[in-house]
Every structure is written in structure tokens, then in C-alpha cells.
């Protein structure tokens, strides 16, 4: 029994995976995961503490930048093992001295409940600090992409929202993405799956062939 509780516990959620449903208080008031955002994509990030200078990096880079996550449908969530009163505390102390307002919503998780539910608590990382995660989670509430990063490097918010686009882009057209995609470049369109498919691959000068099994098309 143990040892299944264990298991339980330092689960993580994987892609595909529905996102575990939790109540939290955040910076706006209470939510429940379940009912939060219904119609848009979230990007659900942790830092491990309050007042630190990575993290006011980090928070700063997402705040600066929360239009462009707006233009793509998309809510921001962030999360640390403070009180909330910190993360208050912690948003005014960045206004008054940059300019700068953390205005999306902060999950104060002093409990860990939502850290050790997302597995953002790694042990050998630290057992008191939630590492810098992030999960991409679609309208359906599906995880759809996970990046975790060390306590001690940022992240890069151009890639945050290059992996974002690819994926709405990948939802919308049913297409892939090659290396370093970005908005503008040609998109991977699936390969063929039987002789049929294969042979009228062949004759479409409609896209990029590269091979039979490697074509590219433009979605301007």
C-alpha cells in the first residue's frame, strides 16, 4: 500500500494526458482548474520562490509579453510555494521598481498540492521548490506539451511562444513542424499512408517534395 501511494504521489502527468483538476487561490481570486479558461489555451507555468532574481526575470518576461499570448487565445497561469500574500507582495515590489505588473493570475501553492500533482517537485533538484516547468494545455484541458528547466537557467520566452503557435498551427491545418519553425515558414504535411496516397503524392506538384515521405507546403 505504501508503495502504491508513493507511486501516486510522484506521478507526473504526461502528454495527452488530461490535466489533473485542482481548486487554488491565486493573486484573482479562487479557481477551479476544471472551470478555468473553458474556451482558451493555457500556459501554466511554475517558479520555485517569490523575490528572487531569476524568477522576477522570468514573471517580468511573460507580463511583457502577455499580449502576444492574448493574440493567441491563451491564458497565462503561473504558481510558486508561496502565500499569497507573498505573491502580492512580490508583483507591487516589481511595479513600484520596473514598471512592470505581473496581471494574470499566481496559484499560491503552499500546500505543494498542485506542485506534487504536476510533478513540478523534484527531489533532486529540491524538495521546497518547484522547478521551472511549464505545460501547455489546450481548450479541452488535454496537456499537450511539457518543458522543464532547472532552477538555475531561465526559459526563453521566443521559444514558449514558438512551440504555443506551432501547436495551434499543427491543430488548425493537420500539418507538422519542422526544425526551427516558426510563423511564416513551409509546414510538413503528412505522409502517405498507402500505394494509393503514395503514388498520388507523386504526381502533386501542389508541394514542396523533398522525398515521397518528405513534403513541404506554404500556409500563406
Partial sequence: MELKENTIVNS?????????DFDAVTTQGKIK???FASDKWIVMFSHPADFT???TTEMSGFAT????????NTQLLGLSIDSVHAHLGWV??????????????IIADIDMKVSKLYGMLQPNES??????????????KK??????????????MNEILRALEALQTSDEYKVAM???????????????????ELNARLADNSVEKIDWYLAKKNLN
Avoid: H
Fill in 12 to 20: 507526473m502527468p504526461r502528454i495527452g494526458d488530461l490535466a489533473p
Fill in 127 to 140: 524538495e521546497t521548490a518547484a522547478v521551472r516547468a511549464v505545460f501547455f494545455i489546450d481548450p479541452s
Fill in 143 to 156: 496537456i499537450r506539451l511539457i518543458m522543464y528547466y532547472p532552477l538555475n537557467v531561465g526559459r526563453n
Fill in 53 to 55: 532574481p531569476v524568477c
Fill in 65 to 72: 509579453r502577455k499580449a502576444e499570448f492574448d493574440a493567441l
Fill in 33 to 35: 482548474f476544471s472551470d
Fill in 92 to 105: 507591487q515590489n516589481v511595479r513600484e521598481n520596473t514598471g512592470v505588473y505581473f496581471d494574470f493570475p
Fill in 178 to 196: 519542422p526544425l526551427d519553425w516558426k510563423k511564416g515558414d513551409s509546414v510538413i504535411v503528412p505522409p502517405p499512408k498507402t500505394l494509393d
